[in-house]
């Protein structure tokens, strides 16, 4: 599996200069673990820009079940689906306390005049729908086992941190449910896999971390799979 390019630095340093060229515009808001920044349902017309922590986004089925959509990092933008109306489809919550930057759709979307930003954008976006037509692919071709593999190295090269020449640590707690309901199985299995994978020595569980990540042995499998 070749990881998808992620070097939107460009547009990260743009963002930053138009938000301090008038930053009253841009709310700065610190968002303590575990708190919403926004609901499904809810009315809000901003993007919202992480300056430090984890945010995740999730999906709610009517019955109850969740889906993690994604976790934002220092740099990301989330929340850019506003431009096409204030109604959220979807919660965004701080995994860890977080400090981001609140910026009206309309604002940006004036700003977007600027040609720099406008094309760092458009970049930005297009990368995003990129990996979601890789986690597309990744449902409808590949088995559940397969599927969690491909979830956790998408997991550990966007938030996990270098252990070791081969190792990427995920620091942050991500629960067997929220697992499940990005591989679209059960808990229980989730599980299940989760142990086969320890037994292979494609990841490391570890007392104060969730998970080491054995990037290369996992993409292997996965390429072995495909």
Do not use: W
């Not at 995740?56 to 109850?64: A, D, I, N, V």
């Not at 306390?97 to 976006?125: Q, Y």
């Not at 599927?147 to 020449?165: D, E």
């Not at 190792?167 to 591989?183: A, D, F, K, N, P």
């Amino acid at each position: 599996m070749t990881p998808i390019s992620t070097d939107s630095t460009l547009f990260k340093d743009n963002l930053r200069a138009f938000i301090n060229h008038d930053s009253s515009g841009a709310s700065p808001i610190k968002v303590p673990r575990r708190t919403n920044i926004y609901n499904c349902g809810q009315r809000d017309g901003n993007i919202y820009l992480v300056e430090s922590g984890q945010i995740k986004t999730q999906m709610y089925t009517r019955c109850g079940k969740q889906c993690l959509l994604s976790i934002y990092t220092a740099g990301d933008v989330f929340g850019e689906l506003s431009l096409l109306g204030p109604e959220r489809s979807e919660t965004a919550t701080a995994m860890r306390t977080s400090a981001v930057r609140r910026i009206p759709a309309t604002r940006l979307r004036a700003g977007l005049t600027d040609g720099n930003l406008l094309e760092g954008f458009i970049d930005c976006l297009a990368l995003r729908l990129a990996e979601q037509q890789e986690v597309i692919a990744t449902m409808v071709t590949m088995d559940s086992e397969q599927r969690l593999a491909s979830v956790l190295l998408r997991l550990a090269r966007k938030i996990g941190t270098r252990h070791s020449p081969q190792l990427r640590c995920i620091e942050e707690r991500i629960t067997q449910e929220e697992l499940s309901g990005m591989v679209g199985t059960t808990r229980s299995r989730v599980g299940y896999f989760l142990k086969r994978f320890r037994d292979a020595g494609l990841v490391q569980p570890t007392s104060d971390l969730f998970l080491l990540v054995h990037e290369q042995r996992m993409a292997d499998y996965l390429d072995v799979a495909s």
